[in-house]
């Protein structure tokens, strides 16, 4: 049998020559593409399948092709509402206007005007306000979420829904095939559908489409727009934070969120059905002329973008908007994230920032779900501590919000992680607002995760044990692809 295991030693090293041939040649990330062949190399044949079935961002052709004419379709109508789009601009700051520039340049997205943003800094308060929405409701709800986790709060807007549909409102429910995967096994579902409500699984995975395209891209998208009224949007997902994930031991899941009126909301509305109909196959000029928002009141003036990104478009469109955030920042950037694993130039737009004199402060938890994002994490903090970054550890359970502030003038807040899954493969939303008043809302809850944090000190990590150090740095390699 020594010539069998000649030929199978001689097949892996082939194998393993063409796929480092295919990584050099396809210009990924050079850390990304560095982390790839060190996995491919170090572990006989678990490398080389591992990167068959997620190294790349592989949709199909077809897939992008339907889904950069639907984009292509959903930036077209976002334009149509901007009929204030040089006027909304003029009036930002100079802080502001060049962010808001490198959108509407960089990414065809115009911004809108005159819309009321309110700041749901409370999880029991979201799933309040959300029910007490679908209960008024008169023409459609429509919800959109990575995870729906059965039980409690979530489980009110199940039944919520059902009085919707029951009294004639139209209700479509779209969740991710895998985060809400036991939702789709739950007796909710089923009474659910019963009662009338379309409820359709996002990116479906299973045995024989893993092996064409990657399972691990995920739509990781948080939206509710109800009627032409009121849209909301944030980290927070359809799961009672006193109950999701208990047996974690991470404690309560912090989210945050906001409630949208205005333009904004049919932008959301239309980012909802542009992902409806890649996964029906519904045509997306028809779904949108039968669920037009004739009319979207708002009660403020306040400048916003909305921003979805995903695999399918540039794949560099949500990290640019990141980077430029941080360029913008001269005397503050407060950043809180769950997961942290920044790229090389994100690492290195922080620390210059710090350097230059801005104060920047990184908000993460003490706990989280993931022990290799952890040592990821762990892995930047020492280059952070070092520049100058202040990085705080929130204590009183998951912080799981995804916030930004910019010198008390510009706010993102969205579905959007500090890490290369939200950069590279998860489709996320994100909302930009160009108004003092309400970041400085945003930033006032910054200022309470805060302090309930403690500061992290650089001798935590001058001070770890070998073995502690070598799982750290191992993790730091493996980084670009968590």
């Given at each position: 049998m020594h010539w069998?295991?000649?030929?199978f030693f001689s097949i892996h090293i082939i194998i393993i020559l063409v796929l480092v041939v295919r990584i050099i040649r396809s210009r990924k990330p050079v850390g990304t593409s560095l982390a790839w062949i060190f996995v491919i190399a170090l572990f006989p044949y678990l490398g080389p399948i591992s990167y068959m079935l997620f190294g790349e961002v592989t949709l199909g052709r077809r897939v992008l092709e339907k889904s950069d004419e639907r984009f292509e379709h959903l930036v077209n109508r976002i334009e149509n509402l901007a009929t204030n789009n040089a006027t909304a601009l003029e009036g930002l700051d100079s802080v502001a206007r060049p962010v808001a520039n490198f959108l509407v340049n960089g990414m065809n997205l115009p911004v809108l005007g005159e819309n009321d943003l309110e700041l749901i800094s409370d999880s029991l308060r979201f799933f309040d306000k959300v029910i007490s929405d679908i209960n008024t409701s008169q023409k459609f709800c429509h919800l959109l979420f990575y995870i729906w986790a059965p039980g409690g709060r979530a489980d009110d807007i199940g039944y919520a829904l059902i009085a919707a549909a029951n009294r004639g409102v139209k209700c479509r429910v779209l969740l991710d095939a895998v985060g809400s995967r036991p939702f789709f096994r739950s007796s909710l579902c089923?009474?659910?559908?019963?009662?009338?409500?379309?409820?359709?699984?996002?990116?479906?995975?299973?045995?024989?489409?893993?092996?064409?395209?990657?399972?691990?891209?995920?739509?990781?998208?948080?939206?509710?727009?109800?009627?032409?009224?009121?849209?909301?949007?944030?980290?927070?997902?359809?799961?009672?934070?006193?109950?999701?994930?208990?047996?974690?031991?991470?404690?309560?899941?912090?989210?945050?969120?906001?409630?949208?009126?205005?333009p904004a909301v049919e932008a959301l509305n239309l980012v909802f059905l542009h992902?409806?109909?890649?996964?029906?196959?519904?045509?997306?000029?028809?779904?949108?002329?039968?669920?037009?928002?004739?009319?979207?009141?708002?009660?403020?003036?306040?400048?916003?973008?909305?921003?979805?990104?995903?695999?399918?478009?540039?794949?560099?469109?949500?990290?640019?908007?990141?980077l430029s955030l941080i360029y913008?920042?001269?005397?503050?950037?407060?950043?809180?994230?769950p997961y942290l694993v920044p790229t090389d130039t994100l690492t290195s737009a922080l620390t210059t920032a710090a350097l230059s004199g801005t104060k920047v402060t990184v908000v993460v938890p003490e706990k989280i779900d993931s022990w290799a994002v952890k040592l990821a994490s762990q892995a930047v903090y020492h280059e952070?501590?070092?520049?100058?970054?202040?990085?705080?550890?929130?204590?009183?359970?998951?912080?799981?919000?995804?916030?930004?502030?910019?010198?008390?003038?510009?706010?993102l807040i969205g579905s959007v992680n500090m890490d290369m899954r939200s950069f590279y493969l998860n489709y996320e939303i994100s909302v930009f607002a160009y108004d003092k008043s309400f970041t400085n809302d945003l930033r006032e809850l910054q200022i309470s995760y805060i302090e309930d944090s403690r500061s992290l000190d650089i001798s935590e990590f001058k001070n770890q044990s070998n073995l502690k150090q070598f799982a750290v740095d191992t993790m730091r390699l493996l980084s670009p692809l968590l």
């Open positions: 069998l295991s000649i030929v089923k009474e659910m559908k019963s009662a009338g409500i379309e409820v359709v699984a996002a990116l479906n995975v299973g045995p024989i489409r893993m092996w064409f395209k990657r399972v691990d891209i995920r739509n990781h998208r948080k939206i509710v727009v109800i009627d032409d009224r009121v849209a909301y949007t944030g980290s927070q997902n359809i799961a009672d934070p006193r109950t999701f994930k208990a047996s974690s031991k991470v404690g309560s899941w912090i989210d945050a969120g906001v409630s949208i009126s205005g992902d409806w109909g890649y996964e029906t196959n519904q045509p997306t000029a028809e779904l949108v002329a039968n669920n037009r928002l004739l009319d979207s009141p708002a009660n403020a003036g306040i400048v916003a973008h909305i921003v979805p990104s995903g695999p399918s478009q540039s794949t560099d469109v949500i990290l640019e908007i990141l913008a920042a001269t005397e503050e950037l407060i950043i809180t994230t952070l501590l070092k520049a100058g970054v202040q990085v705080k550890s929130y204590e009183k359970g998951l912080l799981h919000s995804k916030t930004v502030t910019v010198d008390g003038s510009i706010s």
